[in-house]
């Protein structure tokens, strides 16, 4: 396995797509040094978007949050969320009713933004299973994993409603040994209970990049997918995503996958980023 320089790689490419926990983040925070790489980007012209499966928060908090955090470079306009796709789904094929969802109150942005009425799963009266039009993944938290997954699969049982799951991750690094079960862990358990296909949004699914690309194109970005590197730590998600729209792909070894597997898994797997990185830090 070779380990290639991320600044010796990221002067080819004109616009670069960052995945954000495993790359830029983890759940104790930014990884060291991260700062340096967007200073770089910076001072040479190289735009940059996070695209990622959070939806945890709406695109502003989300922003906000790197801002908190030292990041000031990362405005609303540089995150295409897996949320955003959620968001335009309900927008057109969801018109009324309850929408039901698991996850934090900042999560229901996604619903409440579009006028529509949300409600906590952990708030969910199932003597109102008849008025829910829709029931949504967001996020891993802000519900109580034994009584309220319950709620929803027996909400799914009484009712037949589109479930729509804004975070297809199944895992997300703690730290750098470490993950958690994500919301789409959580999403693909119901799932195989409820005997039901749901509705996905997220990476590596092809719709994600083409929001993401012509986001960035809206923005002004480059328009060469050529000139576009996807920056991922997962292969079954950020590099798969990344290859099947034709981008160049990094993986880096910060998040999901040890380097001491990289080698394994992506022989077992079969999918091979264009690089291998230690990290997305530019010292």
């Not at 080819?12 to 954000?20: G, L, P």
């Not at 980007?41 to 030292?70: C, H, K, V």
């Not at 949320?83 to 619903?111: D, F, N, P």
């Not at 960035?216 to 060469?224: F, I, L, N, R």
């Amino acid at each position: 396995m070779e380990i290639t320089s991320f600044k010796s790689i990221v002067n080819n490419y004109q616009t670069i797509f960052f995945d954000a926990f495993g790359v830029l983040k983890n759940h104790q925070g930014l990884l060291p040094g991260i700062e340096k790489t967007f200073d770089y980007l910076g001072e040479r012209g190289i735009d940059y978007f996070i695209i990622t499966n959070d939806a945890s928060r709406g695109p502003e908090e989300l922003a906000l949050d790197y801002q908190r955090r030292g990041l000031k470079q990362i405005t609303k306009s540089k995150i295409v969320s897996s949320g955003m796709l959620a968001r335009e789904y309900l927008k057109y094929k969801v018109k009324s009713g309850l929408i039901a969802y698991l996850g934090t109150a900042q999560s229901a942005h996604y619903i409440e933004t579009l006028g529509l009425k949300a409600v906590s799963i952990a708030d969910l009266d199932l003597e109102q299973a008849e008025e829910v039009s829709a029931l949504v993944f967001l996020d891993d938290e802000g519900f109580d994993w034994y009584s309220d997954i319950n709620k929803a699969v027996n909400l799914l049982r009484m009712v037949n409603i589109p479930v729509i799951v804004s975070n297809t991750d199944k895992s997300y690094p703690v730290s750098r040994k470490q993950v958690a079960i994500a919301a789409g862990g959580i999403a693909n358990m119901v799932q195989d209970i409820v005997g039901k296909k749901f509705i996905k949004f997220g990476k590596p699914d092809a719709q994600m990049f083409i929001f993401a690309y012509e986001h960035s194109v809206k923005k002004g970005a480059v328009q060469d997918k050529e000139k576009i590197l996807m920056v991922g730590d997962t292969l079954t998600t950020d590099i798969l995503g990344g290859n099947k729209f034709g981008l160049d792909t990094v993986l880096v070894l910060t998040g999901n996958t040890l380097e001491k597997h990289a080698d394994t898994r992506i022989s077992a797997s079969g999918i091979i980023p264009t690089y291998i990185c230690d990290s997305a830090v530019i010292d």
